[in-house]
C-alpha cells in the first residue's frame, strides 16, 4: 500500500467531511493524470458545444448598445416575458410577447422588419430560440445580455404598469 499525500498528517484524526474531500481530490487528480487525452477530447467538446449555442443563439447587444439602437435606429424592444413579469418593469415603448405566443404573433412585427428587433427576457438566456425563429423569418433580430435582470442591475429606467 502506497503512503497517501496527507497520510502524515500530525494534527490528529480529520474530521470525515475533510477526509472524504481529499480522498476525492486525490483521486480526481489520479483520474486527471491517467486519462489527459480523454480529458482534452471533453474540453474540446465542451467548448465547441458552447460555440455552437452562441452561434445559433445569434448577435447579443449590451445594454448600452441596445439603448443606441433605440435611440439612433429606431429598434423595436420584443419582451418575451409573460404578461406578470412585464408589468413589473420593462423598457420604454416595449412591446410584450410572450414566447409561447410569438409564433402565432410574427404579424404584428412585420411592419419592423427592416429596423433592429432588440428580444428582451428576465435574464437573457431564453431569447435565443426566439432570436433564431425570427433570424429565419427576415427579421433582424438580436438579443440583450443579461435581460432585465442587467437592465436592473445598472439602474436604468423601466416604466412599470
Known amino acids: 500500500m502506497h503512503r497517501r499525500w496527507w497520510a502524515g498528517h500530525s494534527g490528529g484524526i480529520l474530521p470525515p467531511s475533510i477526509f472524504m474531500t481529499m480522498v476525492i481530490m486525490e483521486q480526481l487528480f489520479e483520474f486527471v493524470g491517467n486519462h489527459a487525452g ?11 458545444l ?13 445594454t448600452a448598445q ?7 435606429e429606431n429598434a423595436l424592444v420584443v419582451d418575451i416575458r409573460d404578461k406578470k413579469e412585464f408589468s413589473t418593469g420593462h423598457l420604454a415603448g416595449a412591446v ?6 410569438l ?3 410574427l404579424s404584428e412585427l412585420e411592419r419592423h422588419k ?4 432588440i428580444l428582451v427576457c428576465k435574464s437573457g438566456q431564453t431569447v435565443g430560440v426566439a432570436g433564431k425563429m425570427l433570424r429565419e423569418k ?7 445580455k443579461g435581460g432585465m435582470m442587467e437592465w436592473n442591475n445598472q439602474n436604468l429606467p423601466l416604466v412599470k404598469k
Open 50 to 62: 458552447m460555440w455552437d449555442n452562441n452561434r445559433r443563439s445569434g448577435d447579443s447587444v449590451s
Open 103 to 105: 409564433a402565432s404573433r
Open 38 to 48: 480523454l480529458i482534452a477530447i471533453w474540453g474540446a467538446f465542451v467548448v465547441a
Open 138 to 144: 427576415g427579421f433582424n433580430a438580436v438579443r440583450m
Open 96 to 101: 410584450n410577447i410572450p414566447y409561447a405566443n
Open 66 to 72: 441596445a439603448t443606441h439602437l433605440i435611440n439612433r
Open 114 to 117: 427592416n429596423n433592429p428587433i
